[in-house]
C-alpha cells in the first residue's frame, strides 16, 4: 500500500463557490459536498456523493456521520502521516496486514462466524494500534486466529475428504446395479472419475454439471417416449382384441343368418324367391368383409403407430449413449478425457497387434503456456487451449486420435503410421499452428509446443510407450521450443 499523500481540499476545484456561501452555512455544506463528490476515489464516489444527498435532503444526521466517518478514517491517519514526517514502511506493513485480516480473511471465514467476527476485530485493534501501546495483545491475538484457522481447514478438509468418499461409495453401489453396456453406466463412471482426480476447475465442474443436467432432460424424453409406446402398443392390443370379438360376433351372425338362407331356398317356391334369398347372402358376406377390412386397416395403422413411438424410443437412446461419450471428452477442448484415451487406445492398440501395423503416439506439450496465463489470464489460457486442439484436428487424418492428459499437456494416438509418418504429422501441425494466429480480447497469443514421438513395440503397455514419448518431448523441450523429436 503506498503512502496515503496529502489531502486535497474538496472544495478546491472552485474556491470561489465557497467564498460565495461563506455567510451562509448550508450554502457552504452544500459547495463542500460538490467538492467533495468530485474528488477521485473512495472520496467522491462512496463520502462524497453521500454527503451531497444529505445536504440536498437537508439530512443533518447523515451529514454528520459522513463527516465524522471522514474525520475518522481520513484526516487522523492524514495528520499522523504529518506528525511522523510521513508513512513508514512498518506502517505500511500494518496496514497491508490490517486488510488482510480485516478484509480477505473475514471474508474467507464466513462460513464460521465466530473466526470472521475474530478476524475483523482483530484487524480493528491492528488500526487502532499506535507506536508504544502493547503488542503482546495483538500477537497473542493473531496466533490463536491463525491456529484456529488451521484447525478449522483442517476439519473442513477432512469432512469434504469424508463427504467425496461416501458419495463415491453412492456411485460405485449404483454402478454395480447397472447393467453392462448402460449408458448410464459410462456418466456415473465419469463423475467418479473425476471425484478420484482430485479437486477440478472451475471449468470442469459447470461443463460436468451441464452434462449431467442434460442427461436427466433426456431420461425424462425416453421415458415419455417408452410410455407412449407402451400406450400405443396397450391401444393396437385393446383393439386387436375388441376387433376379433366383433368378427367372432360377425362371424357367429353369419353363420346364423346361413343357416337361416339355407332354411329359405329349400321352402322357396319360385325364382323370384331365390334371387331375393341369394341378393341377401351376398349382401350379408358383403358386410363381413368389409367389417374385416376396417379392421385389418385399423390393426396396421395401430401398428405404424407403435413403430413410430418404437422408432422415437431408438432415437432418444441414440442422444442417450452421444450424451454419455460426453464423459468421455475433456470439456473445455473437445479432446478425449483421459477415461477416452483409455478405452480408444485399446482399441487402436488390439487392431494394431491384429493387423500387424504400427501405432504411434505423439506427446504434445505447449510451450510457455504459464506465461500466457500470467499475460492474458486464464481466459486467454483457455483460448490458447481449444486453439491448438482445433489446429490438431485440421493438421491429422481423420482417424487419428486427440486426448488432453493434463494441464497443457496432450497425447496423440496415429493409427498405422510408422516413425517417420508420425513425425511429418505432428510436423506439419506445428507449420499450420504457426500461420493461424490467436486473437483473445484483441491481442495476440503466440501458441507453439514441443512434441516427442514413439512408436508402439510389440506387446508394450501404453504408460511404458507415454513414458518413452514424454522422455523424447522433454527432449524436445531442452533443444528449444517449437521442436519434434523422435525416439525409436
Known amino acids: 500500500m503506498s503512502p496515503p499523500g496529502p489531502i486535497a481540499s474538496p472544495a478546491s476545484s472552485d474556491p470561489a463557490a465557497l467564498l460565495t456561501a461563506a455567510n451562509d452555512p448550508r450554502a457552504l455544506l452544500r459547495a463542500y459536498a460538490e467538492g467533495m463528490a468530485g474528488l477521485p476515489g473512495e472520496l467522491g464516489d462512496l463520502l462524497g456523493r453521500r454527503l451531497r444527498t444529505a445536504v440536498a435532503e437537508e439530512d443533518w444526521a447523515s451529514c454528520a456521520r459522513v463527516l465524522r466517518q471522514f474525520l475518522e478514517k481520513y484526516l487522523h491517519d492524514f495528520a499522523a502521516s504529518l506528525a511522523g514526517g510521513g508513512v513508514n514502511e512498518s506502517e505500511q506493513l500494518r496496514e497491508l496486514l490490517r486488510q488482510a485480516l480485516g478484509v480477505a480473511l473475514a471474508s474467507l471465514l464466513e462460513p464460521v462466524p465466530e473466526l470472521a467476527r475474530e478476524s475483523a476485530a482483530l484487524a480493528e485493534a491492528l488500526r487502532r494500534w499506535r507506536p ?45 446395479l447397472l447393467e453392462d453396456g448402460s449408458w448410464l453406466q459410462a456418466q456415473v463412471a465419469g463423475v467418479r472419475q473425476l471425484l478420484l482426480a482430485g479437486p477440478a476447475d472451475r471449468h470442469t465442474l459447470e461443463a460436468t454439471r451441464q452434462g449431467l443436467r442434460e442427461l436427466v432432460y433426456q431420461q425424462s424424453l425416453l421415458r415419455q417416449g417408452i410410455a407412449q409406446t407402451k400406450d400405443a402398443m396397450r391401444g393396437m392390443l385393446d383393439t386387436f382384441v375388441a376387433r376379433m370379438e366383433g368378427m367372432a360376433d360377425s362371424t357367429g351372425q353369419y353363420q ?53 413411438a418404437e422408432a422415437r424410443v431408438r432415437a432418444l437412446e441414440e442422444q442417450l449413449r452421444e450424451a454419455g461419450d460426453l464423459v468421455r471428452r475433456d470439456p473445455l477442448t473437445g479432446a478425449l478425457n483421459l477415461r477416452g484415451l483409455e478405452e480408444r487406445y485399446a482399441e487402436l492398440a488390439a487392431q494394431a497387434e491384429r493387423e500387424a501395423r504400427p501405432l504411434a503416439l505423439a506427446m504434445v506439450d505447449m510451450d510457455g503456456f504459464r506465461e500466457v496465463n500470467s499475460t492474458h489470464g486464464h481466459g486467454g489460457g483457455d483460448a490458447a487451449l481449444r486453439h491448438v486442439v482445433q489446429v490438431l484436428r485440421e493438421a491429422l487424418r481423420g482417424d487419428d486420435c486427440i486426448a488432453r492428459h493434463g494441464g497443457d499437456e496432450f497425447v496423440l494416438v496415429l493409427p498405422g503410421a510408422d516413425l517417420d509418418e508420425a513425425t511429418a504429422l505432428v510436423r506439419r501441425a506445428q507449420r499450420l499452428l504457426a500461420v493461424r494466429v490467436l486473437a483473445h480480447e484483441g491481442r495476440r497469443i503466440p501458441v507453439t509446443f514441443s512434441a516427442g514421438v514413439a512408436v508402439r513395440q510389440l506387446g508394450e503397455a501404453r504408460e511404458d510407450l507415454i513414458r518413452r514419448a514424454d522422455r523424447a518431448m522433454y527432449q524436445a523441450k531442452r533443444g528449444g521450443r517449437d521442436r519434434v523429436q523422435a525416439t525409436r
Not at 132 to 154: I, K, M
Request: net charge negative.
Open 256 to 308: 346364423s343368418r346361413l343357416e337361416a338362407h339355407r332354411e329359405a331356398i329349400r321352402q322357396a317356391r319360385s325364382i323370384t324367391e331365390l334371387g331375393r334369398r341369394l341378393d341377401e347372402v351376398l349382401e350379408d358376406t358383403a358386410q363381413l368383409q368389409r367389417q374385416a377390412q376396417r379392421a385389418r386397416e385399423e390393426l396396421v395403422a395401430a401398428r405404424e403407430e407403435v413403430e413410430a
Open 132 to 176: 508504544g501501546d502493547d503488542l503482546a495483545a495483538l500477537a497473542r491475538r493473531a496466533r490463536e486466529l491463525c491456529h484456529q484457522v488451521g484447525v478449522h481447514a483442517g476439519e473442513a478438509a477432512e469432512r469434504q475428504a469424508l463427504l467425496l468418499s461416501l458419495f463415491d461409495l453412492l456411485l460405485e453401489n449404483l454402478f454395480e
